[in-house]
């Protein structure tokens, strides 16, 4: 069974930083990708960030290019992402996601097979 648990978040202030950490657990899928979405109250789902976890290469929503890094440490089943620069607008819940083997949903959230419960991210001004 795959179990995704995010950490990190918190509130900081405008530019801030911040690092959360998605720790997966049961997750076996090759040829597939990780990503992190966000989503503010009242607002869809949007997309951050994602990474191929066979090659590392990784893709960014313009919002947060420049200012968030994402990551993965195989060793340790992690996906991180570095959040430089914080700014209100960030604000929202952040949750970690993976595909199946095989897939990679990009910025496509409803392909993602397997979430985590969210953490929170608040940035005041």
């Known amino acids: 069974q795959v179990q995704l648990v995010e950490s990190g978040g918190g509130s900081v202030q405008a530019g801030g930083s911040l690092r959360l950490s998605c720790a997966a657990s049961?997750?076996?899928?090759?040829?597939?990708?990780m990503g992190w979405f966000r989503q503010a109250p009242g607002k869809e789902r949007d997309w951050v960030a994602h990474?191929?976890?066979?090659?590392?290469?990784?893709h960014y929503a313009d919002s947060v290019k420049g200012r968030f890094t994402i990551s993965q440490d195989n060793a340790k089943n992690t996906l991180y992402l570095h959040m430089n620069s914080l700014k209100p607008e960030d604000t929202a819940m952040y949750y970690c996601?993976?595909?199946?083997?095989?897939?990679?949903?990009?910025?496509?959230?409803?392909?993602?097979?397997?979430w985590g419960q969210g953490t929170q991210v608040t940035v005041s001004s």
């Open positions: 990474i191929y976890t066979s090659h590392g290469s990784t």
């Open positions: 049961g997750y076996t899928a090759t040829d597939s990708c």
């Open positions: 996601a993976a595909d199946r083997s095989g897939y990679c949903g990009g910025d496509y959230w409803r392909s993602y097979k397997y």
